[in-house]
C-alpha cells in the first residue's frame, strides 16, 4: 500500500491536471486522497509545501517512466537511451498524461508566482542538464554550451509537443515522429559543428 505522502501526492497531481493550480483546494484534495485536511497541513504545512512536493514527485515520477527497463533488456546506446527518455514522456498512458499535464499547469502557475517559478525553473535546469550529458555521450567532442543549447531546445520542443498532443492539437504518433526529427537535427547540428 502507498504510503500517506505518496497517496496526497498522487492525488495532488490528479487534482492539478484536472483543474490547474488555481483549482487545487486543500479540502479536495484531501477527499482526493482519502485523508483529512489536517494530515495534509501536517505533512507539507501550506498550499507552497504541496505544489513544491507535487513538482518533486512529478518530477521523480517522469524520470521512473522514462529510464526504467528490463533487468534482462541488452543495454542501450547512448542515441537509444537519449530517445528513449524523451520519447517516453510521449506515451499514451495516464500516468503520462497526468503528470504531463500538471507538469504544464504547474509551469503556468509559475507566471504568477515567483516561489514556484523559481522551484519550476531549478527542476527544469536538472531536465536540461541530464539531456546535454546524454547528448555529450552521443557527441563527445561537441562543446559544452552546443550541448546545453541542444538540449535546451530538445526539452522546449518536447514539452509544446506534450501540450498540443495533451490538448488535441497532434497525434501521439505524429508528435513523436516530431520528436525524433528534432532529436535527428540536433545531432546532425552537434556533428557538423
Excluded: C
Excluded at 483546494?25 to 482519502?34: F, K, N
Excluded at 499514451?92 to 497526468?98: F, L, Q, S
Excluded at 499535464?101 to 509559475?110: I, K, V, Y
Excluded at 523559481?118 to 546524454?134: F, N
Amino acid at each position: 500500500m502507498a504510503s500517506r505522502n505518496t497517496r496526497i501526492l498522487e492525488a495532488a497531481a490528479r487534482v492539478i491536471a484536472r483543474r490547474g493550480v488555481r483549482g487545487l483546494r486543500v479540502e479536495e484534495l484531501a477527499a482526493e486522497a482519502g485523508v483529512s485536511t489536517g494530515l495534509i497541513y501536517y505533512h507539507f504545512k501550506d498550499r507552497t509545501g504541496i505544489l513544491r512536493h507535487t513538482l518533486e514527485f512529478i518530477n521523480d515520477r517522469a524520470e521512473r517512466y522514462t529510464t526504467v527497463r528490463d533487468a534482462d533488456a541488452p543495454p542501450l546506446g547512448p542515441r537509444e537511451e537519449l530517445e528513449q527518455i524523451l520519447l517516453l514522456e510521449l506515451q499514451d498512458t495516464a500516468e503520462v498524461r497526468e503528470n504531463s499535464a500538471a507538469w504544464g499547469e504547474l509551469r503556468a502557475s509559475a507566471v504568477f508566482d515567483p516561489a514556484l517559478r523559481e522551484d519550476l525553473a531549478r527542476a527544469t535546469l536538472v531536465w536540461v542538464q541530464e539531456v546535454a550529458a546524454l547528448l555529450g555521450r552521443v557527441r563527445p567532442m561537441a562543446p559544452a554550451a552546443q550541448l546545453a543549447a541542444a538540449a535546451e531546445r530538445l526539452t522546449a520542443l518536447l514539452e509544446g509537443l506534450s501540450t498540443r498532443w495533451l490538448s488535441g492539437g497532434l497525434g501521439i504518433d505524429h508528435a513523436r515522429t516530431l520528436m525524433r526529427g528534432g532529436i535527428e537535427a540536433e545531432l546532425s547540428g552537434l556533428e557538423a559543428r
